[in-house]
């Protein structure tokens, strides 16, 4: 149904994409930063981060702006609607206890993937990641599986919508580099990123499709990098994810 522009609150969405200016990477921001970052003028982004400031959603020292806590209250009011975490959490702890190793649920929003459920073993990433975070989809192993889900014209969409940028040595930042491998992992049906997303970090993806077929989330393991050759982390740990990924599909309506 389409909108009508009489019914649009601005103040809102101005201030919901202040909040978003909030990442792992700008987790203090100036008015003058977070006005760069929304595109929105001085003034606006003022009133939206002192309101944010006044209920409790963002710290303010003077200079610069934090998210507090409070916040997550609306991803998690919203990710606890969803049915999709609830259904895949229970065969996530048992995949991490099968193998030892962290295991995730993501969707892509974007041209990002937001984890919707995890299961850690153990910290494998520098950042704490939990329901709600979010990654870029060019460079992580359950991104790249959604994208190669799509149309090569929408993944080339979703890929020239954002600065691609070297998070690591290894990792890849053309547009054709990543849309021939988004096609291997067509064909192969999973996706293997090796310290791609941060040095020291492997992981293997594959998708999570619902029962009419459709792939509606990604499914991986992130590990420490070892001296072992990537192929052997494959053949470890891809037929354990395939087969929670089978059984998914027949309880994903």
Same mark, same amino acid.
């Given at each position: 149904? *389409? ?12 201030? #919901? &994409? ?13 008015? =003058? ?8 003028? &001085? ?5 939206? #981060? ?6 409790? /959603? ?14 997550? &209250?609306?991803?998690? =009011? ?9 259904? +895949? ?14 295991? @995730? ?10 984890? +919707?459920?995890? =299961? ?17 989809? /060019? ?7 959604? #994208? %190669? ?5 929408? %993944? ?8 691609? $940028? ?20 067509? @064909?192969?049906?999973? %996706? ?8 020291? $970090? ?6 999570? &499709?619902? *029962?009419?077929?459709?792939?509606? *989330? =990604?499914?991986?393991?992130?590990? *420490?990098?070892? #001296? ?17 990924? $089978?059984?998914?599909?027949? +309880?994903?309506?």
């Amino acid at each position: 149904m *389409a909108t009508k522009q009489g019914d649009m609150m601005g103040g809102l969405a101005k201030g #919901l &994409r202040v909040i978003e200016a909030f990442t792992s990477d700008t987790p203090r921001l100036s008015i =003058a930063e977070a006005a760069a970052i929304t595109g929105l003028d &001085r003034a606006t982004t003022r009133r939206c #981060l002192l309101t944010l400031a006044e209920h409790g /959603y963002c710290a303010y020292d003077g200079k610069f702006f934090t998210v507090t806590p409070r916040v997550l &209250r609306l991803g998690t =009011a919203c990710l606890a609607t969803m049915p999709l975490p609830r259904i +895949v959490q229970p065969w996530l702890d048992r995949l991490s206890e099968e193998i030892g190793q962290s295991t @995730s649920v993501a969707i892509l929003d974007g041209s990002e993937i937001v984890y +919707v459920a995890r =299961a850690a073993q153990r910290k494998v990433m520098s950042i704490a990641l939990m329901p709600g975070s979010r990654l870029p989809a /060019y460079c992580t192993s359950m991104g790249r599986v959604m #994208l %190669a889900a799509l149309a090569d014209s929408e %993944a080339r969409t979703h890929l020239e919508s954002g600065p691609l $940028l070297p998070r690591t040595s290894q990792t890849l930042t053309q547009v054709d580099a990543i849309m021939a491998e988004l096609g291997e992992i067509r @064909s192969q049906g999973f %996706a293997a990123v090796d310290q791609e997303v941060e040095q020291g $970090l492997r992981s293997i993806a594959v998708p999570v &499709r619902n *029962a009419r077929g459709m792939v509606v *989330a =990604a499914l991986n393991t992130g590990l *420490a990098a070892s #001296l072992a050759p990537m192929e052997e982390i494959i053949r470890t740990y891809l037929p354990p994810l395939r087969s929670v990924s $089978l059984e998914l599909r027949t +309880v994903l309506s």
